[in-house]
């Protein structure tokens, strides 16, 4: 087909791996130096520069200048959409990404992904949603049932207004540690903004780490739970 968006273009800065490794260090949310991706992604500052410059242009990353220093994160949604639609399918081919490191549990335990919440907790949290029936899963496909809708809606989460975003309410994501799924979409992050309202848990400046105390991981696990 000669008509339409050309995907080859994305398709490759995307699948570059040192772009990729930088893509992918951007989805834990905190906007990052390109001295902090060029670690991410082992280069060199000046290549991972380079890189940087290409992606930006091809609006798939954006810059905030602050004073002398400037901050990449991910430019919208539909880039967010994108790298999440392909987590699953390089899970299922084995292209699998294993980190390990003395702040490791604390990342299993509980981290941000891009703007939701991943790890142990959260895949536990999409596991008991759908055995409560708030949730069902077809493949890839997560919808919110009616007493998801009444559910949701009592806790101040109002789906009506995430339905009119461009993101898809509910995203399947592939949980790098756990190897399954938690919830992604603008359901997920509406989700993670609450329980962090309700102060059972803080994210870690500069770290994808976020620290639930005693208190907040207990009370959260019996909202969830019913």
């Known amino acids: 087909m000669k ?19 930088m893509l992918m260090a951007l989805m834990a949310g905190p906007a990052l130096t390109a001295t902090e991706l060029a670690q991410e992604a082992g280069l060199t500052l000046s290549t991972a520069s380079g890189h940087l410059a290409k992606l930006e242009a091809a609006a798939l990353v ?3 200048r602050q004073g002398r220093h400037r901050y990449f994160r991910l430019a919208d949604p539909d880039v967010v959409t994108a790298l999440e639609g392909l987590m699953p399918v390089a899970a299922r081919a084995g292209h699998l990404r294993i980190r390990t490191g003395p702040r490791d549990p604390e ?8 703007d939701h919440l991943a790890g142990d907790l959260a895949v536990k949290m999409l596991d008991r949603f759908l055995k409560r029936r708030l949730l069902t899963r077809r493949g890839d496909v997560v919808q919110v049932t ?13 789906l009506m207004a995430l339905e009119r ?10 949980d790098w540690s756990e190897r399954r799924s938690h919830l992604g979409g603008a359901l997920g992050g509406a989700l993670f903004d609450w329980i962090v309202a309700q102060g059972w848990a803080a994210r870690e400046k500069r770290t994808r780490i976020v620290r639930f105390s005693a208190v907040g991981a207990r009370n959260m696990t019996a909202w969830f739970s019913g």
Not at 146 to 158: S, V, Y
């Open 62 to 64: 954006t810059v905030e």
């Open 3 to 21: 008509e339409g968006p050309d995907i080859s273009i994305i398709a490759a800065l995307i699948g570059n791996p040192a772009s990729a490794n």
């Open 146 to 158: 009616e007493g998801g809708r009444r559910f949701f809606g009592r806790h101040g989460i109002d």
């Open 107 to 114: 990342l299993r335990l509980a981290r941000s992904c891009y």
């Open 165 to 174: 975003s461009r993101r898809p309410l509910c995203r399947p994501c592939l």
